[in-house]
């Protein structure tokens, strides 16, 4: 098992950057595919971006590229989430994940991870 543990978030201007964290204790993090979910209110949880066991692969949602950012420090056990040019859409709970899969259908969706962290709340103002 892999416990999870995000941080990083807060309350922010639209145009800013962010940089989330999400440490991981247990089993090394290395073992896992590890991903980024957020859920705003009254919606639905929504897949952000996951990262492979190497780092040598992510996958984004369509909506989520070329201003957030995945990375992993696997001797830290830490993944990061890098938030830029951030929008009042962007508030939300923002969770980490990981995943046991290898298979990479699996990885946009919340139901292919076995662990969640509690989330860090970013909230962006207008």
């Known amino acids: 098992q892999v416990q999870l543990v995000e941080s990083g978030g807060g309350l922010v201007q639209a145009g800013d950057s962010l940089r989330l964290s999400c440490a991981a204790s247990?089993?090394?993090?290395?073992?896992?595919?590890m991903g980024w979910f957020r859920q705003a209110p009254g919606r639905e949880r929504e897949f952000v971006v996951a990262?492979?066991?190497?780092?040598?692969?992510?996958y984004y949602a369509d909506s989520m590229k070329g201003r957030f950012t995945i990375s992993r420090d696997n001797a830290k056990n830490t993944v990061y989430l890098q938030m830029n040019s951030l929008k009042p859409d962007d508030t939300a709970v923002y969770y980490c994940?990981?995943?046991?899969?290898?298979?990479?259908?699996?990885?946009?969706?919340?139901?292919?991870?076995?662990?969640w962290g509690q989330g860090t709340q970013v909230t962006v103002s207008s």
């Open positions: 994940a990981a995943s046991n899969s290898y298979q990479s259908t699996r990885y946009t969706s919340g139901s292919g991870y076995a662990y």
């Open positions: 247990g089993r090394t993090s290395s073992s896992y595919v």
């Open positions: 990262i492979s066991r190497n780092g040598g692969s992510t």
